[in-house]
């Protein structure tokens, strides 16, 4: 995406910090709104930071009731968006697939589909002999169940971004990428200066959705925001003849977070390191190997004879309990530390800040997302984690 690089505002009705999934949702669902002075500032190129090394899955499957409902009203906004705001972005529901292996996270499983179909999501059990025949490259020893929900999927976090850009300019959002916030001064009279390296903007209203930049951005205005940058891996397998018109689930081993999915005509997979350390760091290490060979070896033991053609490293913004952070202290709003599920979320969470910064009564409550409820001891922990 290119830069964009006319002159910084002087003032604003809101700004933006952040130009992934979040920010570019946040200002598009405000200027639809009619909110017509928004500028977002990008401190590299829109989508640039995790958004566009996520791996795409979008799914409703989770164990929080405040998760669940922002994944299934994503879903439903990622159904539609190449009508609105208007951008292809090859969505495939072809399904999550979550492989089970112990008894504990069977139950817990068990219970998950529970609240999910309560509130209208589709996923259900599956026995063994069920997973393997929706997803044919999986070893099941071990395996005792599995989850599904047929809406879930993927699609392409790059053309996301752009579809929100896109029709946010033309409702007036000025984007100004490759500008790298430096200060946000309050000013005492309801206002702010975001100092930047291009310039400086007076405005009423921050958002926050610097992702894994977030607590810098936070520190500048008081607000713990407790967001740890931490490194994710994911790989491509060369073209699978095997593969091809065969749907294919996006597929978890969840005991050792081991996934992949289809992408092109070969593979995308990954998989968490435990051994990871917080950090900015961006270079593919080979360190994870021998646990991703073992969990392949295991789960999908083909997948050793596939050739793999590349890869690349990006970075998860996780929070001390794996739940985003979205609320405001005064009119600095936050919408970051989703822990590898912002993308997914990202069409409901710019719904829900629109209408924080406006002052309406978003269609889910999030006052359990606030920061302070480390501080008050109030965590909220989500299992459906990968």
């Keep these: 995406m ?67 409902r922002l994944g299934a009203r994503s879903l439903e906004a990622f159904q539609r968006f190449p009508q609105r705001p208007g951008q292809e972005i090859d969505l495939h529901q072809v399904g999550y697939l979550f492989l089970l292996s112990s008894a504990e996270h069977v139950t817990a499983f ?84 975001v100092q930047t390296d291009r310039g400086e903007v007076s405005t009423g209203n921050v958002v926050c959705a610097a992702g894994a930049w977030s607590r810098s951005i936070g520190e500048m ?57 917080p950090g900015f760091k961006l270079d593919m290490s080979d360190a994870w190997l021998p646990r991703l060979t073992e969990a392949i070896e295991r789960r999908a033991p083909r997948l050793l004879d596939v050739g793999v053609r590349n890869g690349w490293a990006g970075l998860y913004e996780v929070t001390p309990d794996h739940n985003a952070l979205i609320g405001s202290a005064g009119r600095f709003f936050y919408a970051t530390g989703f822990s590898g599920h912002g993308f997914l979320q990202g069409p409901a969470v710019g719904e829900v800040v629109r209408d924080l910064v406006l002052g309406r009564e978003p269609f889910v409550d999030v006052s359990s997302l606030d920061a302070s409820r480390f501080a008050a001891d109030r965590a909220r922990p989500e299992l459906n984690c990968v």
């Design 2 to 68: 290119t830069s964009d690089s006319a002159e910084l505002p002087s003032q604003a009705e809101v700004v933006v910090i952040g130009g992934g999934v979040i920010g570019t949702s946040v200002a598009f669902h405000l200027a639809e709104a009619g909110v017509r002075d928004v500028v977002v500032v990008e401190r590299d190129e829109l989508g640039s930071g995790s958004t566009c090394k996520a791996a795409g899955g979008v799914r409703a499957q989770f164990s929080d009731e405040l998760n669940i």
């Design 110 to 193: 068990e219970r998950n589909v529970d609240l999910q179909n309560s509130l209208g999501v589709r996923s259900r059990m599956l026995t063994v002999e069920e997973a393997r025949r929706m997803s044919p490259l999986i070893e099941t020893d071990g395996l005792l169940a599995a989850t599904y929900s047929p809406d879930d999927g993927h699609c392409t976090p790059e053309s996301v971004v752009l579809g929100y850009a896109t029709a946010a300019r033309r409702l007036g959002v000025r984007f100004h990428t490759r500008t790298t916030v430096r200060s946000i001064v309050g000013t005492g009279s309801d206002t702010f200066r």
């Design 221 to 277: 205005v008081g607000v713990d925001l407790p967001v740890s940058p931490l490194r994710r891996q994911i790989m491509f397998t060369e073209p699978m003849p095997e593969l091809h018109d065969r749907v294919t689930p996006f597929t978890i081993d969840f005991a050792s977070t081991f996934y992949f999915h289809r992408e092109g005509r070969g593979l995308l997979f990954g998989m968490s390191d435990p051994d990871e350390t």
